[in-house]
């Protein structure tokens, strides 16, 4: 069963900047998907970034230009660092895992490993 650590969440005001950090339990294979979603009080879960083995990566709107996806391999360890903060930012992020040789996909149905989440919270 592959378990994913999350952590880097906090209370931060608006402006500031925040990083993610999200572990497997186990060495990733050679070819996966890994992704941030997020969930907001009272609304769906939403894909926020994701990032292949081979470093391709995918953003939504929002947050394009503020947020970065980043992986390491040697650490197998993926990143989302946060910058320019907003109040919509605030919700509870959760790293996926999809292993596998496929594109990134915003669909919350197709990751099998789910971290537990950790809380963002930006201050106006």
């Known amino acids: 069963q592959v378990q994913l650590v999350e952590s880097g969440g906090g209370l931060v005001q608006a402006g500031d900047s925040l990083r993610l950090s999200c572990a497997p339990s186990?060495?990733?294979?050679?070819?996966?998907?890994m992704a941030w979603f997020r969930q907001a009080p009272g609304k769906e879960r939403e894909f926020v970034a994701g990032?292949?083995?081979?470093?391709?990566?995918n953003y939504i709107d929002c947050v394009k230009g503020r947020f970065t996806i980043s992986r390491d391999n040697a650490k197998n360890a993926v990143y989302l660092q946060m910058n320019t903060l907003k109040p919509e930012d605030t919700a509870i992020y959760y790293c996926?895992?999809?292993?596998?040789?496929?594109?990134?996909?915003?669909?919350?149905?197709?990751?099998?490993?789910w971290g537990q989440g950790t809380q963002v919270t930006v201050s106006s």
């Open positions: 990032i292949t083995w081979s470093g391709s990566t």
């Open positions: 996926a895992y999809r292993p596998g040789p496929y594109v990134i996909t915003q669909s919350t149905n197709l990751y099998p490993y």
């Open positions: 186990v060495t990733t294979r050679s070819s996966y998907v």
